[in-house]
């Protein structure tokens, strides 16, 4: 996972605080699409290794730890739809009826819901993922 980022401010320890545009998964062509609603030009700024020595202001290459990235979206993605269907099967055992499911079902994948957003903000305020600065553009 590669993207092109700037240097807005170095950090002791070989870091640095780079600002990225994010990359949506389509063909950036907005004005006729709209369906993404202007996130994809969203920034964000994230730290990184500057293993290439850029300095402030400089144009450079970043690289993230895809295998880590994949990891944790599949979790956040994945953890409220299979906790649905263990709070359906759950709420199905005392065959109480369909609707009795289907709450259990809801309260599995609001359970899920709550735990990714926990999971998701605890690592970044770990800071789990980690870029580090390739070279210069």
């Given at each position: 996972m590669t993207q092109v980022a700037t240097v807005k401010r170095l950090l002791s320890g070989q870091m640095a605080e780079v600002e990225v545009v994010r990359r949506g998964a389509c063909a950036h062509d907005c004005a006729k699409c709209g369906g993404c609603d202007g996130m994809a030009n969203q920034t964000i700024v994230v730290t990184a290794r500057n293993v290439a020595g850029a300095a402030v202001g400089d144009r450079v290459t970043?690289?993230?730890?895809?295998?880590?990235v994949l990891g944790y979206a599949a979790l956040v993605y994945a953890l409220p739809l299979?906790?649905?269907f263990i709070g359906y099967a759950l709420a199905a055992l005392p065959k109480l009826g369909g609707a009795v499911s289907a709450l259990g079902g809801a309260a599995g994948f609001v359970i899920g819901v709550l735990l990714a957003v926990w999971y998701s903000r605890r690592l970044k305020a770990e800071s789990a993922v980690t870029f580090r600065i390739t070279g210069l553009v």
């Open positions: 970043i690289e993230g730890e895809s295998r880590k299979v906790l649905f």
